[in-house]
């Protein structure tokens, strides 16, 4: 079943401005990624945030992750048209069967006009 | 270097046939991975190995059969293609099966069925 949900699901903004997409998610986790997966291309990995971090940087981008609210953001800052991607949080479940896989959700497709 | 491989990028086949697509990881990791994302960009977990043994099949039709002859491969095999397998199936990797470290893609292979 799917865990994760982003939103938006498609977020447009000039070169220069700040991006967010949120995702929430349903059950436990172990850790929270984000990737980013360009037209027809294959998924780079951004950050990994594991449960018991509240917040990541890397470059541009900060994470945030709320347990409580089983949600996170991502922010890419001063955006820049080669941002323009699709952008998919994945929880990472930390008990049962299914521990260790990626749960992936549907997306935020992200354009950056210069 | 490439991390995560996979061959072939793209496959046009007939429904009814056989296929196979290839993965190779030079990462040195224990658990490797297949997922499909349909036409809609939704990601979704096929099959888990660790050290060559399958951990988890979620719910995958017979037709699907992964092999991993060492913890560096994991080759996909599919019989009797459908016009439902059209996707992108994504190899992936990563350094162990609890689910706590970053998960490495492999570019894809886009599989279309005619």
């Known amino acids: 079943s799917q865990q994760g949900e982003e939103d938006p699901q498609a977020l447009s903004i000039q070169e220069g401005e700040n991006a967010t997409m949120n995702c929430s998610y349903k059950?436990?986790?172990?850790?929270l990624q984000w990737y980013r997966q360009n037209s027809g291309r294959g998924l780079v990995h951004l950050i990994l945030?594991?449960?018991?971090?509240r917040e990541k940087h890397s470059g541009r981008l900060r994470v945030t992750l709320d347990t409580s609210k089983k949600s996170s953001s991502l922010l890419i800052t001063a955006s820049r048209a080669a941002d323009t991607a699709s952008y998919f949080c994945a929880t990472a479940l930390n008990y049962g069967g299914s521990q260790g896989n990626l749960i992936f959700g549907k997306g935020t497709k992200l354009s950056v006009k210069p | 270097d490439t991390a995560v491989s996979q061959t072939p990028k793209y496959l046009v086949t007939q429904m009814g046939n056989d296929k196979s697509i290839k993965c190779e990881q030079n990462l040195g990791h224990d658990t490797m991975y297949w997922y499909k994302q349909d036409s809609k960009k939704f990601l979704k977990i096929m099959f888990s190995y660790n050290n060559k043994e399958l951990i988890i099949n979620e719910t995958v039709p017979n037709r699907f059969s992964p092999k991993s002859p060492d913890k560096a491969h994991l080759n996909l095999h599919i019989n009797s293609l459908e016009l439902g397998d059209s996707a992108v199936y994504f190899c992936a990797s990563t350094l162990d099966r609890a689910g706590r470290y970053t998960q490495y893609f492999g570019p894809g292979t886009r599989l279309t069925v005619l």
């Open positions: 945030i594991r449960s018991n971090e």
């Open positions: 059950t436990s986790i172990n850790n």
